[in-house]
């Protein structure tokens, strides 16, 4: 299986700061990668695919990049509803994985 | 928008059987590949199983295969998972998600299904 490691494990930001979280992957994944956003009790909710993606309504303060194995989560001006755990995902194998998971916590 | 939602979680002894069921609207279920995944009281995220538009094409986690048995009625709009020989570490919040290019654009509220004795 195709490890995904993400980094940090726990991010402390205030509103306003651009904050950035990597996801690395085992082996090259060209850009088959997503990223999620959990609330607590929630479920998941997509907010890019394919690396850089946005998914159809999620604000534009959420950019992706990267390719083969290195990737960021970039958020531009964090807002209060973004203090969340946001996870990446391959699916570059049909057996899809997913990092451990970044929680960003207020500051 | 689509919704999906998730029924037959609870409590299960160690050994015991369970079936989910994932009940889908607002979108047409027969042309979307579905799938399960899990997570663990405080832990991130877990890919359990696939299946393709028709059934036939099906796959599972290492952890899971074997036990468990993912299966679909599009005639019912509705997604299942058959799990057997339940462990503690099985120990979880189903949640049903509909396929996008193997990315999930919609998650179920989640199903808890806890094996303890």
């Known amino acids: 299986d195709i490890q995904m490691t993400q980094s940090p494990s726990t991010l402390s930001a205030s509103v306003g700061d651009r904050v950035t979280i990597t996801c690395r992957a085992s082996q090259s994944i060209s850009s088959w990668l997503a990223w999620y956003q959990q609330k607590p009790g929630k479920a998941p909710n997509l907010l890019i695919y394919?690396?850089?993606f946005l998914e159809s309504g999620v604000p534009s303060r959420f950019s992706g990049s990267g390719s083969g194995t290195e990737f960021t989560l970039t958020i531009s001006s964090l807002q209060p509803d973004d203090f969340a755990t946001y996870y990446c995902?391959?699916?570059?194998?049909?057996?899809?994985?997913f990092g451990q998971g970044t929680k960003l916590e207020v500051k | 928008e689509g919704q999906l939602v998730e029924s037959g979680g609870g409590l299960v002894q160690p050994g015991g059987s369970l079936r989910l069921s994932c009940s889908a609207s607002g979108f047409i279920f027969s042309t979307f590949a579905m799938h399960w995944v899990r997570q663990a009281p405080g832990k991130g995220l877990e890919y359990v199983s696939a299946?393709?538009?028709?059934?036939?094409?099906?796959n599972y986690a290492d952890s899971v295969k074997g036990r468990f048995i993912i299966s679909r009625d599009n005639s019912k709009d509705t997604l299942y998972l058959q799990m057997s020989s339940l462990r503690p570490e099985d120990t979880a919040v189903y949640y049903c998600?509909?396929?996008?290019?193997?990315?999930?654009?919609?998650w179920g509220q989640g199903a808890m299904v806890t094996v303890s004795s």
């Open positions: 394919k690396a850089s």
């Open positions: 998600v509909k396929d996008k290019g193997r990315v999930f654009d919609i």
């Open positions: 299946i393709g538009i028709n059934g036939e094409n099906t």
């Open positions: 995902q391959q699916y570059k194998s049909y057996s899809v994985t």
